[in-house]
């Protein structure tokens, strides 16, 4: 949630009160000195005030038709064009207010407010520098800056000018804003200080109450953020932010029923929203229920067919329930849209892959790794898909890479296969014993193990391996075929038999493959 502020409503403040009379008086210009030329000014604020904006720009036109650079007028006119839509030619009008009458605060605080807007945040704080010269006390200036400040993570000049506004001035925006850089700046009992004062400030916001809950959350602070949004949502029981706030906090803390009720209160509220819809589907998995989020992320798409990060989450949740042919054309589709993007060039290469087609699966990786040469888990694809085709020497210079970026067991047994495959029997040997030492219950290092032994005619090692796998994983296909050619070597002839029945059974359902491990990345924010 962002904590920009929102400018465009407030464009005519600084305009209304030197019109107005309020604080500060008109710039004093002999283009505009009589008093109907001071008249239109007054009606033309008035005529802004109530939205009638044909009217205000016929009397500011009238002025600047004999006075073109009339500061007030200009501002005014700008004003009028942003409320009208127009902010090229507001910005335009502003400048020109301040090009000519270069000590014009609301022309300065306008430009600023604007150039936010229209996320050109540098020089809108340029700007705003500008009439913090002019007027350093002035409220929404010292706001404006601080959020400018915040938003790039310059805390401690944020905070310098929150600490120049009075404490009457303490809104919204500016607890938020405070928040933000205290928790930036790590001053955790000031940002509890803080909230204590923001409890008894009598905001009722329910959205402010949400982006200040989330900032809490953020910064580990769940216990001061759920009281808040508990409290809020007595005021208001269906807040939609408030609810979609509880869900968010009770998910990260892993009280998934409790967040469920939440986000589907939420769900209620606004029913094709398409966050929610996501949250449920991830809550969903995060319960072991695929099928169930995967139904969310149907919506969710009915809803938003485009959003790219909804059809990542929809081919990683297809995936993962082996539905291929839903998550292939999805990544074949987000790599197409964003070429240049690589969580989803990862993502249909592990489709290939899981498709059988190695071929295609280490083009893929060939082109993921060049783009992103750290990445241990980019290497580790390329190097099984090569295996797969018996590139075995290619295929171990890759996993050797993948190792060398993060050591990992999946990554090591492939690579005691490439060696073992190399003809390396005793370094194949080696590798097997280090992964199982880290992870005793690899049943594909188990198997490959056995097998080694077995080919070295270590067959009471070979055996003791191979029935372990076995217990692992009873449907290893190679595990019992192996055992059985131990157990004839042995001289139990029942055993084997058993074995080689089973290992036929086997045969007849499946593929003989080598255990891979597909991790999808992470997706671009």
């Known amino acids: 949630m962002t904590l920009m502020i929102s400018h465009l409503t407030r464009l005519a403040v600084c ?65 009028v064009r942003a409320k009208q839509g127009h902010p090229v030619e507001a910005e335009k009008l502003f400048r020109r207010a301040i090009l000519h009458s270069p000590k014009h605060l609301g022309a300065h605080i306008n430009l600023g407010e604007l150039l936010i807007t229209t996320n050109r945040s540098a020089q809108a704080r340029s700007v705003l520098l500008d009439a913090h010269k002019l007027a350093p006390e002035r409220v929404e200036v010292n706001l404006n800056l601080a959020t400018l400040y915040a938003d ?16 009457e001035a303490a809104n919204d925006d500016y607890f938020l804003v405070r928040l933000k850089t205290l928790l930036g700046l790590k001053q955790i009992a000031d940002a509890r200080s803080l909230t204590r004062e923001f409890i008894q400030s009598g905001i009722r916001n329910t959205q402010t109450h949400a982006e200040y809950a989330m900032l ?41 029923d409790t967040a469920e009720e939440h986000f589907t209160a939420a769900l209620n509220v606004k029913p ?19 099928e169930k989020s995967l139904s969310h992320l149907v919506e969710a798409r009915r809803v938003a ?33 964003y070429p240049n993007e690589p969580a989803y060039l990862y993502a249909l290469a592990a489709v290939r892959w899981k498709k059988g087609e190695t071929v295609e699966t280490a083009r893929l990786m060939k082109m993921y790794v060049a783009s992103r040469p750290r990445d241990a888990a980019g290497f580790y694809l390329l190097g099984a898909a090569l ?19 993060k050591p990992d067991p999946d990554t090591e047994y492939l690579l005691g296969v490439s060696l073992d495959k190399l003809g390396n029997r005793a370094a194949a040997i080696e590798i097997f014993q280090r992964v199982i030492r880290a992870r005793p219950d690899h049943a594909a290092a188990l198997s490959a193990l056995g097998t080694a032994y077995r080919e070295a005619g270590s067959y009471t090692e070979a055996r003791a391996a191979l029935e372990r796998a076995v217990e692992l994983q009873a449907n290893d296909l190679r595990a019992n075929y192996q055992l059985g050619l131990v157990y004839s070597k042995l001289g139990d002839k029942e055993a084997a038999k058993r074995m ?26």
């Open 15 to 79: 305009t209304l009160m030197v019109v107005a009379g309020g604080h500060e008086p008109l710039q004093a210009q002999k283009t505009k000195s009589d008093d109907v030329t001071r008249n239109r000014l007054v009606q033309a604020v008035k005529a802004i005030e109530q939205q009638q904006f044909q009217e205000a720009e016929n009397l500011l036109n009238s002025v600047l038709a004999t006075a073109p650079n009339d500061g007030d007028a200009n501002n005014l006119l700008g004003v």
């Open 305 to 337: 067919p485009k959003v790219p990060a909804l059809l990542y989450e929809f081919g990683v949740t297809t995936f993962e329930m082996d539905l291929v042919l839903d998550a292939l054309p999805v990544f074949e589709q987000l790599h197409r849209d």
């Open 152 to 167: 790039k993570g310059e805390y401690k000049q944020a905070l310098y000018y929150l600490d120049l506004l009075p404490r």
């Open 387 to 405: 295996l797969q085709q018996d590139q075995f020497a290619q295929a171990r210079v890759a996993l050797e890479r993948s190792l060398n970026l």
């Open 216 to 256: 809490l959350a953020k910064s580990g602070l769940n216990d001061e953020a759920l009281r808040i949004l508990e409290t809020a949502q007595q005021n208001e029981p269906k807040s939609f932010p408030v609810l979609y706030g509880l869900g968010i906090i009770n998910g990260n803390l892993k009280r998934y």
């Open 500 to 525: 080689f029945a089973r290992a036929d059974d086997l045969r007849s359902r499946q593929r003989n493959e080598e255990s891979v491990i597909l991790k999808l990345i992470e997706p671009p924010n």
């Open 272 to 290: 094709d929203d398409v966050a929610t819809l996501r949250a449920l589907a991830r809550i969903a998995r995060a319960k072991g229920n695929l």
